[in-house]
């Protein structure tokens, strides 16, 4: 009698492959943003903040696959605000270096046309973002965002680094970072004229792009 | 120093002001709807106002340390003076967002405890606890000088912490 080796086929065990996050690069240089924003704000916005947002993603993001491994659900649910906070600072920031250009410019075609619609006018929706802005309490952002369900633009706000799709369902386009360290070097208490002079940075292909990309 | 008093503080107490009197015109005319949609105003000015006027209080360029009942109080809530501020520290270094991080007094258990608080929303109003020493951490209180290293902040404003202030506060809050 000879043993059959039996091929014992084992059910796949999921390896988890985690991609570390990555400090996007900016597209522009540190100080082709002046005179609206400072090259020294971009510079510490870029490497320091947004940095440590995606460092402390990738440790929250490992410790909560650890805690999975084990079940351990009070760790997992306990990590669930670093993983909101840097995960969300990550996805903001990333959205943020595109949204601006030093050439700045105007919305056209079919940004221009959707922001009539919503708005009346491109003046009526800087207006109605600028006022958001200004008025936010404490660190948040104040966002331009597409509305899937209805087809339209809606001006948010969202809290701290809270995400703007997951935490309203609303598609990211233009977003204003009202937290102090965004302009608070250059303008100090005014975040009314960082609010003001920020619209001369905005890249509105990119806002574009990024509604018609939504629409698909 | 001088933009945080002139400018922040200076500006909770205009809004709030101007806060409560569109409050008391939408009183006089019973718009209760405008009356809720002040509230926000009122206490982000208001605990504004109250909480930076608090924490001028808790400074002192003499700095110092605890001592008396106040000590006392320290090292039978957490141990020593050491851990109080460790405990201070981290918990002002991970706020997220603005806000502020308390040492404050709970009047039913007469013991301390460390709280945060987002934006201006003030102690004891939002969690009963009276509050002894604030640590603010909006950017605008340090980010000028210290830039994103809130931690050197933190650990340096210790220095210039008033604690007869705080024993006053502790010692009233008891009475």
Sequence with gaps: MFRTLSQRVWPSRTVLVREKHTLPDLPY??????????????????????QTYVTSLNQAEEK??????KNDLKTM???????????????????????FSPKGGEPEGDLLKAIEANFGSFDTLKNGLSSSAVSLQGSGWTWLGYNKSTNSLAIATCSNQDPLEPTTGLVPLLGIDVWEHAYYLQYKSVRADYVKNVFKIINWKDVATRLATARQ
């Design 64 to 69: 909560f696959l650890e805690a999975k491994e």
């Design 29 to 50: 240089d540190y100080n082709a943003l002046e005179p609206v924003i400072s090259a020294e704000i971009m510079q510490l916005h870029h490497q320091k903040h947004h």
């Design 77 to 99: 649910i306990a990590l669930t605000s670093q993983l909101r906070f840097n995960g969300g600072g990550h996805i903001n920031h990333s959205i943020l270096w595109q949204n």
